[in-house]
């Protein structure tokens, strides 16, 4: 099976999951509402993505026991909403607001740019050293952290920031990596490379690299 099998049925089953442990605990408050609008919708918006434009890298074969596997492993994202809805913790309406900000902000890092990364390749192979990728070499990681650190901070526990630290340093750092390897084949790979961070925007950059871009 491909990897992106599994995934993607977590992604839409998530909704359902929600939905069900609020009518399993009879949990209709506001926290578990706004937490079924912003997991649930990010599932699907996901499986509408990997129509429009997939990520090659979820496109590889796998064994069906790996997929099982990974199947499991992204159930661990599912910790977070079993907390806030099982515990009938009602969140203050500013971290409320506060974690909707930060989920629009990391669904639209996400989405886009893995929208620019797949058309400009579509066309024109090479580094990707323009818009979302000019001060960040993993904006569609970065998006996505911001994205589960939201829905963590509406569980109000510290187990679900715990398996999103586990997934950054065992998944995105990993990949994020294996990427800066494969990248690493374009000789204009190292400038690039000084000028932008690996999950995080570089803002500050060397005066070489500020004059070259000048007269570029």
């Known amino acids: 099976m491909k ?4 995934i993607n049925f977590h992604k839409g089953l998530t909704f359902f999951i929600l939905l069900g442990l609020m ?5 209709f408050t506001i926290g578990a ?5 912003l997991h649930g919708t990010y599932g699907f918006l996901w499986l509408i993505k990997d129509t429009i434009f ?4 979820w496109e590889q074969e796998i064994p069906t026991f790996q ?5 499991l ?24 607001a506060a974690a909707i900000s930060l989920n629009i902000v990391g669904v639209f890092l996400h989405f886009t740019s893995d929208a620019q990364k797949y058309y400009t390749l579509k ?16 904006t569609n990681y970065l998006g996505e952290v911001l994205i589960y650190l939201a829905f963590a ?30 990248l690493s084949r374009y000789p204009e790979f190292e400038e690039y490379k000084e000028r932008s961070g690996l999950l995080f925007p570089k803002l500050l950059i060397s005066r070489n690299i500020q004059e070259k871009e000048t007269t570029t």
């Open 23 to 27: 009518v399993l605990y009879h949990n």
């Open 54 to 57: 997939p990520d090659k890298q």
């Open 153 to 182: 901070m509406l569980a109000q526990h510290w187990l679900p920031f715990l398996i999103l630290g586990l997934f950054i340093a065992m998944v995105f750092v990993p990949n994020m990596i294996k990427k800066d390897k494969s």
């Open 67 to 71: 997929g099982i596997i990974t199947f």
């Open 3 to 6: 990897i992106k099998y599994p």
């Open 73 to 96: 492993l992204l159930g661990l994202y599912w910790v977070a909403p079993f907390i806030l809805i099982s515990s009938g913790t009602v969140p203050l309406l500013p971290l409320v």
């Open 123 to 138: 066309y024109k192979t090479g580094l990707i050293t323009e818009g979302f990728f000019a001060r960040c070499r993993n």
């Open 33 to 37: 509402w706004v937490y079924l609008a």
